[in-house]
């Protein structure tokens, strides 16, 4: 109960400070466009919001833990979307920003993209992958070596 608690405090923090928030105060939510764009906007926005829910479902249920590095998992988590991409969550908030841009046409939430996508990607190599390899040694360099950080794998991953 503690790490489902911990992770919806988080998740209203962090996804949605970054998809939300941040967005918010540069478009301000005002006129956002239809057609081609504005269809595959809302898609991104959708597709990007469905994939941080299961992840951080997935923190709590198989990792007994929270994404927040303040409260980590007690266990890797490897299951889900995680067999696909090492970080689902990332991509999934990446994903609901650039739906934004698309939808309110906003060069200033595609600058926010770059920025968050700079930092994101700096703490999971100055901070997270290192924290991670301490915390699970062999089981996560096996994980890391099979499964991509970036841009989603075919195939699930398997432990065994």
């Known amino acids: 109960m503690r790490a489902a608690l911990g992770t919806l405090v988080f998740f209203v923090l962090a996804p949605g400070g970054n998809a939300v928030l941040v967005p918010w105060l540069i478009t301000g ?5 239809s057609g081609l764009l504005g269809v595959l906007g809302i898609a991104l926005i959708v597709a990007g919001t469905a994939v941080v829910v299961a992840s951080f479902v ?3 249920v ?5 994404p927040a590095p ?3 998992t007690e266990e890797l988590v490897v299951g889900g979307l995680y067999r696909y991409v090492r970080n689902p969550m990332y991509v999934g908030v990446a994903s609901a920003i650039a739906g934004q841009a698309l939808l309110f046409r906003s060069v200033g939430v595609t600058v926010w993209l770059i920025v968050f996508l700079v930092a994101v990607i700096g703490f999971v190599k100055g901070y997270e992958e290192p924290r ?3 915390q699970f040694g062999a089981s996560y360099d096996r994980y890391r070596a099979a499964v991509p950080g970036w841009w989603p794998r075919i195939t699930p991953y398997r432990t065994r």
């Open 29 to 33: 939510w005002d006129d956002p466009y």
């Open 132 to 134: 991670l390899a301490e």
């Open 70 to 72: 303040v409260a980590p």
């Open 58 to 60: 997935q923190f709590v």
């Open 62 to 66: 198989e990792g007994r833990g929270t």
